[in-house]
């Protein structure tokens, strides 16, 4: 059952609608609701691999849906720690709990400043809004 | 200016049900209410109906009617009388395919043709070029909606009697009459509705009453494509000719129709590729335009709701055609596995 229309307030965004829950020196990153809605139920996760670096605003895998394939975007540059390997083999947990379950990576943050220019969830529903 | 979409009879039916429309083919029509795969699922398991008046009508009629019909057509519409319906292509001179449709023989010498809502003109176009006196070509489609009803208990649903496939009649579902006929593009059993365009409305909510569930363009595109259908304008267009597309069953070559010589010439030296159906051995989803290694293209590609994988047609050199050849697919510059299976990808067990 896909998920209700949902924006977190203890979360950090992105706006090419990802988001960021900042744990310490670690980030946990996914796609937001609005994102997955727009893509329909996900078929597809291509991950990073564990041990990879990501850059702030460079792609870092794809999700794709029936119709699409998207790049998933980085809100934080990092390493690799962990992929959800869940949504590996179940990509459709996206749109049941985009928050939750349906997570896509962990990351050690290489420079935690970053996380000053990312959205808060009024300034993300005003993207939403504005999308 | 923007492109005015054409709406059919339904459209506010889509909207209210929460349909998200997309432009297709030069109609706003619905993608997915609410979503692909249990759409699919439910055509696989039950019944769905989809909303297909973006197809284009037909007739023909007229003394030479048969003789214009049998000379631009690729099947012989001798193997069939009134009352039956014959998958068929419209061919070039070239003996590429300028559309795929479906033939229905109304009376001896008057035929319905249903054809592919965007090819609609090209087909109108070339039939009148090719018309001859004693023939006379109409297109009726703004007359008619269409509904596809589709799926192993969508006959019981519906209250028809059990028929053949490719045959139709006259008939009514609650009280709406339509022409039922024995046709659809999903690998089910099921029927169209062909119905009076100020009826549609009536017969859609007839048959949601009856327990089908509204099906999207998504999920025709997914059952087609386990059935291993081709879709023109991407597996056949008038650049293919129906040999390598694997479509010789409905070529009858020891008739005269356009492109039937050169038809005859490709399959006596045979053709250099074919068009396969293929399923992906690793997490993947093929899409149209990607490479497969070796010389070919994939045609159509989807996920598969039913086995879980991606699948998808394409041309292949002809010698990599047989089932079970291992193909590789160029997925956004990652080489993934596929092989080369039977038609049809996905098929029911009974």
Not at chain 1, 5 to 26: N, S, V
Not at chain 2, 166 to 187: K, L, P, S, W
Not at chain 2, 237 to 257: E, H, M, V
Request: with cysteine; charged share 30%; aromatic share 6%.
């Amino acid at each position: 059952m896909a998920a209700s229309e949902t924006y977190p307030d203890d979360l950090k965004y992105h706006k090419e609608h990802d988001w960021a829950r900042i744990e310490g020196d670690e980030a946990v990153l996914g796609i937001t609701w609005f994102a997955q809605d727009a893509l329909g139920e996900l078929v597809h996760y291509e991950p990073p691999n564990e041990g990879d670096t990501i850059a702030k605003d460079s792609a870092y895998g794809e999700v794709e849906s029936v119709k699409a394939v998207s790049d998933v975007i980085a809100p934080l540059s990092g390493e690799v720690l962990e992929v959800n390997a869940k949504v590996v083999e179940e990509p459709e947990t996206v749109n049941d709990d985009p928050y939750g379950e349906g997570w896509l990576i962990r990351i050690r943050l290489s420079d935690s400043s970053e996380t000053d220019s990312l959205l808060d969830v009024d300034a993300y529903k005003q993207v939403v809004a504005e999308s | 200016m923007a492109q005015m979409l054409l709406k059919t009879p339904l459209h506010d039916r889509h909207v209210a049900l929460g349909a998200r429309m997309v432009p297709f083919a030069g109609w706003e029509m619905p993608v997915q209410y609410e979503g692909v795969s249990s759409e699919h699922r439910a055509v696989r398991a039950d019944c769905g109906v989809f909303d297909v008046s973006h197809m284009g009508e037909f007739e023909v009629e007229g003394p030479r009617a048969t003789e214009l019909l049998q000379s631009t057509l690729s099947n012989d519409l001798d193997k069939i009388g009134p009352g039956e319906a014959q998958y068929t292509l419209l061919t070039n001179d070239r003996g590429g395919i300028i559309d795929d449709l479906i033939v229905y023989r109304l009376e001896e010498l008057r035929y319905l043709l249903i054809v592919n809502a965007a090819n609609r003109e090209a087909d109108l176009n070339w039939l009148r070029e090719q018309e001859i006196r004693g023939s006379d070509v109409r297109d009726v489609s703004d007359e008619y909606a269409l509904l596809a009803v589709q799926g192993p208990r969508a006959i019981e649903r519906l209250g028809l009697p059990e028929a053949r496939q490719f045959t139709f009649a006259e008939g009514e579902i609650d009280g709406v009459q339509c022409m039922v006929n024995r046709t659809g593009y999903t690998g089910e059993a099921g029927c169209e509705l062909l119905v009076m365009a100020e009826d549609a409305g009536d017969l859609w909510d007839r048959v949601l009453e009856r327990g089908a569930v509204p099906c999207g363009l998504g999920a025709r595109d997914t059952l087609r494509l386990e059935a291993s259908l081709p879709l023109h304008g991407n597996d056949i267009t008038p650049n293919t000719d129906a040999i390598s597309a694997g479509l010789a069953w409905c070529c009858a070559l020891d008739k005269d129709f356009t492109g039937a010589g050169e038809l005859r010439e490709i399959k006596a030296r045979g053709p250099e590729r074919k068009l396969v159906s293929f399923v992906l051995e690793e997490k993947a989803v093929p899409r149209q335009g990607m490479a497969i290694e070796g010389g070919g293209e994939v045609t159509s590609g989807t996920h598969s709701p039913m086995l879980d994988r991606g699948i998808g047609m394409g041309y292949v050199p002809a010698d990599s055609a047989t089932p079970g050849t291992e193909l590789a697919i160029d997925v956004r510059g990652k080489s993934r596995r596929a092989r080369v299976v039977k038609r049809p990808i996905y098929k029911r067990e009974e």
